[in-house]
């Protein structure tokens, strides 16, 4: 989903111009990054925590090359999910299982009705005999 079309979502929901829609999400997503970039983490409550961390320098390899690259150290964002969050995410992941189990269940139903299907040979046509032709006559 893009942020078009969260504000066209929220503009619908509650009524305002997608433009006024726009400038309150942009102001909501510039407090987020000030107040990460002046106190370095920020919790909001039922959603989660965006925090800056500092990553330690390391060694990592070119996939190309093959070469040991030394990698400095350097600040990066983290994000730990809120319990709502949570929640509805393992929510998300039970019906992707159901969903798995239901599609390998139809999978194997399939290929079974196929094995009984191809393992029989065809009935012959029901034909008319031509009693004439058979005894030579």
């Known amino acids: 989903m893009t942020k078009k079309e969260i504000v066209k979502t929220i503009s619908e929901e509650i009524g305002l111009t997608q433009l006024k829609t ?9 407090a987020i990054v000030e107040t990460l970039v002046e ?16 990553r330690a320098a390391r060694k990592a390899r070119n996939p190309r090359t093959g070469d040991r690259v030394d990698v400095p150290e350097k600040y990066v964002v ?3 999910p809120g319990k709502e969050m949570e ?17 390998a269940e139809n999978a194997a139903a399939n290929a079974e009705q196929n ?3 191809s393992s029989s040979e065809p009935p012959a046509p029901d034909l008319p005999i031509n009693r004439s032709t058979q005894m030579g006559g």
């Open 115 to 117: 094995a009984i299907s």
């Open 78 to 80: 983290t994000f730990k």
């Open 22 to 30: 726009k400038e309150i999400v942009q102001k909501t997503f510039d």
């Open 87 to 103: 929640a509805k995410v393992r929510q998300f992941e039970q019906r992707d299982r159901e969903r798995e189990r239901a599609a």
């Open 39 to 54: 106190d370095g983490r920020i919790e909001l409550r039922n959603f989660g925590v965006f925090e800056v961390k500092k």
